[in-house]
């Protein structure tokens, strides 16, 4: 992986991640692969390829990796603890210092707006089922919406009230209901930004992005 902050000691991190129960590649979305993947500011996907060479045992150092950690949890343990000490990861430390960020991946996991617990991940998810219903079926008794409403721990009416918010972004409806004033801004960039790609593309990322709630 071409990446200026990777370094060789994430790979004891990485094998962490992948011994947790249940032990094995993690989805590239789980809870528990993006908290790593912002800890370190490396993209979930990347850090899901290294996760695949880790699991390959791909190179003489990565067999070494797991014949001195595989099975020692505890020793694994603070080796990782002293990684993230001495890496400065959640200390704020200069760690970053000179190095480029590129965050826009990472705004996806950040509540759009303060005092709301909804993140674009969440709005992006909300609009693939959106594309999948009717305006009339927009509702907080319709089967689909509880459902997701239950997965991301929100109210079904927060999730209409989203996808009324989606209505008046559509150029192809004529009545539009009133939207959340607080989230339409972020509506309007994701509706911007999916709305137009391949519904196939948009439910795959849909699918994936669950992965954070499921795991």
Not at 33 to 50: F, G, R, T
């Amino acid at each position: 992986m071409n990446n200026p902050l990777w370094q060789d000691d994430y790979w004891l991190l990485l094998l962490q991640l992948y011994l947790k129960k249940p032990v094995g590649l993690k989805p590239v979305y789980s809870r528990d692969a993006v908290s790593l993947a912002l800890s370190l500011h490396i993209e979930p996907k990347d850090i899901h390829d290294q996760m695949k060479k880790l699991r390959r045992r791909a190179r003489p150092s990565l067999q070494r990796l797991w014949q001195l950690y595989g099975n020692r949890p505890r020793k694994l343990q603070n080796k990782c603890k002293l990684v993230k000490k001495l890496a400065g990861l959640g200390g704020g430390s200069l760690f970053y210092d000179g190095v480029e960020l590129n965050e826009t991946w990472e705004k996806n996991f950040e509540p759009v707006a303060p005092g709301t617990t909804i993140t674009p991940m969440m709005l992006i998810i909300i609009l693939d089922l959106y594309f999948c219903l009717s305006p009339l079926t927009m509702v907080p008794e319709t089967p689909d919406i509880v459902e997701l409403a239950q997965l991301m721990r929100v109210s079904a009416d927060t999730i209409c009230s989203i996808m009324d918010t989606f209505q008046y972004c559509d150029p192809y409806l004529r009545h539009k209901p009133q939207p959340d004033a607080v989230l339409l801004p972020a509506c309007k960039k994701v509706w911007q930004q999916y709305s137009a790609i391949d519904s196939d593309e948009l439910s795959q990322l849909a699918s994936d992005l669950k992965q954070y709630f499921i795991s």
